[in-house]
C-alpha cells in the first residue's frame, strides 16, 4: 500500500515562494522515480519536475530555474521549492511515484494559488 500525502500548498504572491512536501509510505522513495505534476482548471496535466533514483533530474520548461525538486531519503520526502512563482504557476500540485518494480501512484494533491 504506497501513499503519498502532500503539504505546503497555500496562497501566496506573485514573485514569493513555497516549499511543497510529498511524505511517502509502503515505498521507499530512493528506488523510485518521484515527481511533481500539476493541473489547472482546464488544463492537461503537466510535469513539473521529477527525480530519477540515480539522482537526475528533469523540469518542465515552465519552471526550470525557479523550481527545485529534492529528496530527504531519511525521512522518505521529496520536497519542490518554488521561488519567484507567478499567478501561471496556480495549479493542483500532485506528488507521483514510479518503483523500480512497476506501477505508479499519486497524491491527494495540494492547491498553489499565486496571487496579488
Known amino acids: 500500500q504506497v501513499q503519498l500525502v502532500e503539504s505546503g500548498g497555500g496562497l501566496v504572491q506573485p514573485g514569493g515562494s513555497l516549499r511543497l512536501s510529498c511524505v511517502a509510505s509502503?515505498?521507499?522513495?530512493?528506488?523510485?522515480?518521484m515527481g511533481w505534476y500539476r493541473q489547472a482548471p482546464g488544463k492537461q496535466r503537466e510535469l513539473v519536475a521529477r527525480i530519477m533514483p540515480g539522482g537526475s533530474i528533469n523540469y518542465g520548461d515552465s519552471v526550470k530555474g525557479r523550481f527545485t525538486i529534492s529528496r530527504d531519503n531519511a525521512k522518505n520526502t521529496v520536497h519542490l521549492q518554488m521561488n519567484s512563482l507567478k499567478p501561471e504557476d496556480t495549479a493542483v500540485y500532485y506528488c507521483?511515484?514510479?518503483?523500480?518494480?512497476?506501477?505508479?501512484?499519486w497524491g491527494q494533491g495540494t492547491q498553489v494559488t499565486v496571487s496579488s
Open positions: 509502503g515505498t521507499i522513495i530512493g528506488n523510485n522515480v
Open positions: 507521483y511515484a514510479a518503483p523500480s518494480y512497476s506501477g505508479s501512484y
